[in-house]
């Protein structure tokens, strides 16, 4: 015999159902009007050279962990990453999406390492772009525009119409005179709220010279990025020479 729902339980789901409305109503912004052109290019190299950009395309080695549970280790030069999580890692060629899987210690094959590959490379394509957002606004696939804010601020639209695991997703980004990031609305397929803004905070300058945002205020969450390692030798990760080879 099938148990029926009591009063209780219909009145939390009539009430989750309810606040849910209301937080779309609320929360939920339009993709706002923008302008391709000169500005919106002026306005991203602003920031890429606030940031030096040429300090992150120069950097050899960065290692970080995301919001205390996934953690990263990346060979920039020959693009592999090390991505470990529970008791899994994944040794990962992120030009191919290849790799060695291993659960426990002990490597995976067939199905059960292609399983773990797949949620690496998704794992990777969120909590890499929360290190490295900024410096991807000219990656192949974007599109740069200029929107005008309510207090007159101009702010830099990046829309990626190609590339990771969600394309067609938009970030609006805030920024400061100099060029620097303070925070930035999203229009992205995994969040129902249009405009929901995330706070680009606590920047740290690593080795030669690169920034990285380690806190991100979002909602009633905050994303971190913690245990940065960075440099020109795989040594300055505290890493084994030969630890990225496939």
Not at 20 to 37: A, D, F
Request: proline share 4%; aromatic share 10%; hydrophobic share 40%.
């Amino acid at each position: 015999m099938k148990k029926k729902l009591g009063l209780g339980c219909l009145s939390i789901i009539g009430i989750f159902f309810i606040a849910t409305i209301i937080l779309y109503l609320v929360k939920n912004e339009s993709l706002p009007e923008s302008q391709t052109g000169p500005e919106a290019e002026a306005l991203a190299q602003k920031m890429l050279t606030r940031l030096k950009k040429p300090a992150w395309d120069s950097l050899n080695y960065i290692s970080w962990t995301f919001t205390d549970r996934h953690h990263f280790a990346w060979d920039k030069t020959a693009n592999h990453a090390i991505i470990k999580w529970d008791d899994n890692e994944v040794l990962m060629d992120l030009d191919e999406v290849t790799g060695k899987a291993y659960k426990g210690g002990q490597q995976l094959s067939g199905e059960q390492a292609q399983e773990l590959i797949t949620t690496a490379w998704s794992h990777w394509c969120n909590d890499s772009f929360w290190l490295a957002a900024p410096y991807k606004v000219n990656d192949p696939g974007t599109k740069r525009s200029i929107v005008t804010m309510d207090d007159g601020k101009q702010a830099l639209m990046i829309t990626y119409e190609g590339g990771g695991v969600t394309p067609g997703d938009s970030y609006l980004w805030m920024l400061d005179d100099t060029g620097l990031p303070e925070a930035y609305k999203m229009w992205v397929k995994i969040i129902p709220f249009g405009g929901t803004k995330a706070e680009w905070n606590d920047w740290k300058t690593i080795p030669g010279g690169a920034m990285i945002a380690q806190s991100h205020p979002l909602l009633m969450l905050n994303v971190t990025i913690t245990n940065l390692k960075a440099g020109q030798h795989i040594s300055d990760l505290e890493l084994e020479a030969g630890a990225f080879k496939l």
